[in-house]
RNA sequence: CGGGGUGUAGUGAAUCGGUAUCACGCUGCGUUCGGGACGCAGAGACACCGGGUUCAAUUCCCGGCACCCCGACCA
């Protein structure tokens, strides 16, 4: 991609009661642009990561044998009504009247996902059945914050699973807890998995993948050692106090959500009506399980996390384009001639490059490229010559190196 | 919804009663090019909206609205 034509441009200083580290950072990299409080338009670069993303979620999430569709987002009230949260959930849900009937646009999926079952099967044999979709939620916030991080808006995976027993829910939940953890290791993160309150969903125990970043919303109350984590509103204990294992005394943090997971039982089963028939020829109803990962947030929080004093650090895996091919003087031919061949090596290789072919000075592509966050800049000068620079973005130091170098360095 | 803050060009700021100034960005030409280069010439603003006071309002007063922050609530 040639960055004189990309779509949106970089800004020097962020609007400026623009506070949050996350939205100063994608505002200023032309990565987002913000509509109103709380909604946010994904520009290419943006909706890049956010593919990243997702395409990582959809490995691992395919791995846990959970098949992909994609559900609706505007719902009629009458199916809200069989769970009763069409009044219990008013406050976070869009509601509106249309031609005399009324529809709430998707706070979650779990309704639709049970009418969708209760449809389409009716044996123990079907189950369990596990199905997932990334789209659009809607949550009427009482306020909209931390940039991307709090949206009314938002990118969400939820996945959703249905059991013939507990037992069997409580062992596919143990699979998609390990699955999460896989993922956010994989975009670069470490998360901590965390026992919370289930909010509007359930009032079971749930539990919640947390990242500590100081932008973060939530406290968790945590031992070092990892073998008991707590999110504050439930937990019973307070810091300091020595965890049981020996591993210290309890510690408190700042963290944002970064998933979360909940077992509901047969709970909703039972007020929709969603069940099967067994081995015996008996009905029974079915257990629920739901899994969510919010994408948008997710990517805020790598921004959050990764970032230094001149712009964002992006994990390789999640970054828009892996290389920031930056040449001084583009306008010559000698170094246009070998900038487009190693750019179109590159790019036969596999590797996502950036090439910024602008007319502007040295200054602006250096400090546009550590703004934007790459994880490796490479430069072609008239310095140098037959090799070429190549600088990580999280390394302070540049190396002269042949082309074959740097694609072995990117693992082509 | 309570409390606080801010609304002037795409962005950041100045003006604080006499119809708007600067920097960056943008356009054209030229010179430049290893950390946001320079010269010359340009374009770009109903000063958030509505009302009031005044000969005159971006400026003062009242009422809205929007955005940001803190809180309550939440992925």
Aim: charged fraction near 30%; include cysteine.
């Amino acid at each position: 991609m040639r960055y004189s034509k990309l779509f949106g441009k970089t800004i020097k200083d962020a609007p400026k009661d623009t506070v949050s580290i996350n939205a100063q950072y994608l505002l200023r990299g032309s990565y987002i642009d913000q509509l109103m409080s709380g909604s946010y338009t994904l520009m290419p670069l943006g909706l890049r990561v956010i593919k990243k993303l997702e395409q990582i979620i959809r490995e691992e999430i395919n791995d846990t044998g959970a098949q992909e569709i994609l559900m609706p987002l505007l719902h009629p009230k009458d199916i809200w009504n069989e769970t009763g949260r069409w009044d219990s959930a008013k406050d976070v849900m869009y509601q509106f009247e249309k031609n005399e009937k009324e529809y709430a646009l998707s706070f979650t999926h779990e309704e639709i996902l049970l009418d969708l079952v209760r449809k389409h099967v009716s044996t123990y044999r079907d189950f369990p059945v596990k199905m997932y979709h990334f789209s659009t939620k809607f949550r009427n916030e009482l306020r909209a914050k931390s940039g991307i991080l709090r949206g009314r808006e938002f990118l969400m995976k939820d996945l959703y699973s249905m059991h013939t027993s507990q037992e069997d829910l409580d062992e596919y939940y143990e699979k998609v807890a390990a699955s999460y953890m896989k993922i956010f290791e994989r975009v670069g993160l470490k998360a901590l998995r965390v026992q919370a309150a289930g909010g509007v969903f359930t009032d079971n125990v749930t539990d919640e993948f947390q990242v500590f970043t100081e932008a973060g919303e939530d406290e968790i109350i945590y031992c070092p050692g990892g073998d008991f984590a707590q999110n504050v509103e439930i937990a019973q204990v307070k810091e300091g106090k020595e965890c049981d294992l020996g591993h210290g005394p309890l510690q408190k943090a700042k963290s944002v959500e970064v998933g979360n997971i909940f077992r509901f039982g047969t709970s909703y089963s039972e007020k929709m009506n969603v069940s099967f028939t067994d081995n015996m020829g008996k009905k029974q109803f079915a257990y629920l399980g739901s899994y969510g990962i919010g994408l948008t947030r997710l990517m805020g929080t790598i921004v959050e996390v990764f970032h230094d004093e001149k712009g964002i650090v992006w994990p390789e895996n999640v970054a828009p384009y892996q290389v920031q091919l930056v040449s001084i003087k583009y306008e010559l031919d000698s170094i246009r001639q070998k900038t487009d061949e190693l750019c179109e090596k590159l790019q036969k290789a596999g590797v996502e490059v950036l090439l910024d072919d602008r007319d502007v000075s040295v200054g602006q592509k250096f400090s546009d490229a550590d703004l934007l966050g790459m994880p490796y800049r490479v430069v072609i000068s008239e310095k140098t010559q037959d090799q070429i620079e190549v600088k990580k973005r999280n390394e302070s130091d540049a190396k002269l190196m042949s082309t074959e170098s740097l694609l072995s360095l990117l693992g082509k």
